[in-house]
Structure formats: structure tokens, C-alpha cells
């Protein structure tokens, strides 16, 4: 019986520690994200110009336009990101409405299909269906991230 009794301590003692190691690599991996990019919105643009170029062989001038459509992306998605950031160092996270939900998520799709008839304006044909192909490839990939992450995170 006592060693029964010290058995269980030490299963319960091991699964303690090992939630609370789970817990700290969250909250580390959160601190990552916030300073993930190291890079300003104009080098972020570029860089992913130069991706795009080596993916759809871009000519000089469509390779001009999608830079600019990238750093007006980019800096607006620096500055949500910095909103985000004093949001919650400020504790002013509040619970989103349902009709505020549903605003965001139209003004991300209205902001989507802009992005996705500039890029149709700007592509040929061939290299619109392969841009296309790439981001439905991201989208599903980002799909699993989150599918994961809210597993893992359920089990906490």
C-alpha cells in the first residue's frame, strides 16, 4: 500500500511539472511573435517582392506594381500588429461583439477580393493561376496551424 501511495505521487508530481513546462514554452512562444519581424514594413516589402519575382518570374514593371501593393500591406499590417500590441499591454481586451465580428471579417474579405483583382490587373493569366495556387496552398497551411494550435490549445 505505501508503495502504491508513492507511485501516485510521483505520476501526479510528473504531470504538474510537465504541464507548467507546456504553459512556460506558450507564453515564450508567444513573446516570439510579437518580435518575430525584426524587419520595417519597406524591407518586408521587398523581400516578398523578390519571393513572388522568383516564384512567378515577374517583369520589371509588374515586379514595381506588386511592390507597392506589398509595402501598402505591409505597413498596414505593421500597424495592426502595434495596435494589437498596446491593446493588450493597456488591458483593454474586451470581447468583440458578434456585430463587430462580422464587421471585420467583411472588411477582410472586401480587403482580400482588392488585393486579389489587383493581382489579376497586374499578372498574365499563367502566372495568376500559379499565384493563385500558392495562396490557396498558404491558406491551407495556415488552416492546419490554427486547427493545431487550437487543439493544443483545448488541452490545456
Given amino acids: 500500500m505505501k508503495n502504491l501511495f508513492i507511485i501516485a505521487l510521483a505520476l501526479i508530481t510528473i504531470q504538474v511539472t510537465a504541464q507548467e513546462k507546456q504553459k512556460e514554452e506558450y507564453k515564450a512562444g508567444k ?3 510579437y518580435k518575430r519581424s525584426p524587419m520595417n514594413p519597406e524591407e518586408a516589402a521587398i523581400m516578398q517582392t523578390k519571393k513572388m519575382t522568383l516564384a512567378l518570374d515577374l517583369t520589371e514593371e509588374q515586379q514595381e506594381k506588386i511592390q507597392k501593393i506589398n509595402l501598402e500591406n505591409a505597413k498596414q499590417r505593421k500597424a ?4 494589437h500590441k498596446s491593446m493588450k499591454e493597456n488591458a483593454g481586451f474586451e470581447k468583440l461583439t458578434d456585430e463587430q465580428k462580422l464587421e471585420l471579417k467583411n472588411a ?3 480587403k482580400q477580393i482588392a488585393h486579389k ?5 497586374i499578372l498574365t ?8 495556387e500558392n ?4 491558406h491551407e497551411k495556415g488552416k492546419e496551424k490554427m486547427k493545431a494550435y487550437k487543439h493544443k490549445k483545448n488541452k490545456e
Fill in 80 to 83: 495592426k500588429i502595434e495596435a
Fill in 108 to 110: 477582410r474579405l472586401d
Fill in 135 to 138: 495562396m490557396e496552398k498558404r
Fill in 125 to 132: 493569366e499563367e502566372q495568376y493561376k500559379k499565384w493563385s
Fill in 31 to 33: 513573446e516570439r511573435m
Fill in 117 to 121: 483583382k489587383q493581382m489579376k490587373e
